[in-house]
């Protein structure tokens, strides 16, 4: 009969209810649990490649706030870190994004709905728009990004809507419908706040960039 492997969560676990961990009483037994597994190797599954499409310009201005008074649409706070592999910070690191507008139409002419953001010392970054519209080409909502920092490869991605009517509400199993999303990972959850109205939608998009 082959031997039961344990994962090392589940060998920590053991461990204790046997006497052979214990834990100074000030700290949760949980919580130490998952700062040693982050000590000892954690590593973190890179971001997904996607399309850079047809309507990147380079130059995009730094600013987070693509959303403007009186932008017509369902607001939209996107927020992050971004971090390499070994699940460490990446600092500096140049996040280009661009979307659609509410009605699925992209600003060929100007910068509406662009941005160049740059991740801070603990790796954040942080942008409020609206949520983009759908346009022909297209089966999903989406954003774009195209990521750049020193010492890592280029990544180019796009986040995507666990909301979006396309996927009639199980994103799991119909977000092969826009054949363009080759990774479930980036359709993400939608978080709604406010009352009803004023309504807004956030979500977070965690980078994971892979070292040179």
């Known amino acids: 009969m082959p031997k039961e492997r344990l994962s090392r969560r589940e060998l ?20 130490s649990v998952s700062a040693w597994e982050q000590q000892e190797g954690a590593t973190r599954r890179p971001t ?9 310009k380079r130059k ?30 990446v600092q500096g690191a140049r996040i280009e994004i661009w979307q659609a507008d509410h009605f699925g139409l992209y600003d060929l002419d100007g910068y509406r709905f662009r941005a160049t953001l740059v991740s801070d010392d603990k790796g954040r970054y942080a942008f409020d728009s609206v949520m983009p519209g759908h346009y022909p080409a297209r089966v999903g909502q989406h954003i774009h990004y195209l990521i ?4 890592h490869k280029p990544l180019t991605t796009q986040l995507y809507f666990a909301t979006d009517p396309a996927f009639d509400g199980d994103p ?41």
């Open 12 to 31: 920590l676990y053991k461990c204790a209810a046997l006497g052979s961990l214990t834990v100074a009483p000030n700290l949760g037994f949980a919580e």
């Open 48 to 56: 997904a490649w996607n399309e850079l499409g047809p309507f990147y």
């Open 60 to 89: 995009a201005p730094q600013n987070g706030r693509l959303r403007m008074p009186g932008d017509p649409g369902l607001p939209l706070a996107v927020a992050g870190r971004v971090l390499d592999s070994r699940a460490s910070v």
């Open 148 to 151: 750049t920092a020193p010492g």
């Open 172 to 212: 799991a199993r119909n977000f092969t419908r826009d054949p363009l999303i080759g990774d479930r990972e980036l359709v993400r959850p939608v978080t709604l706040t406010g009352d009803p109205k004023d309504i807004q939608a956030s979500v977070t998009f965690e980078l994971v960039l892979e070292r040179l």
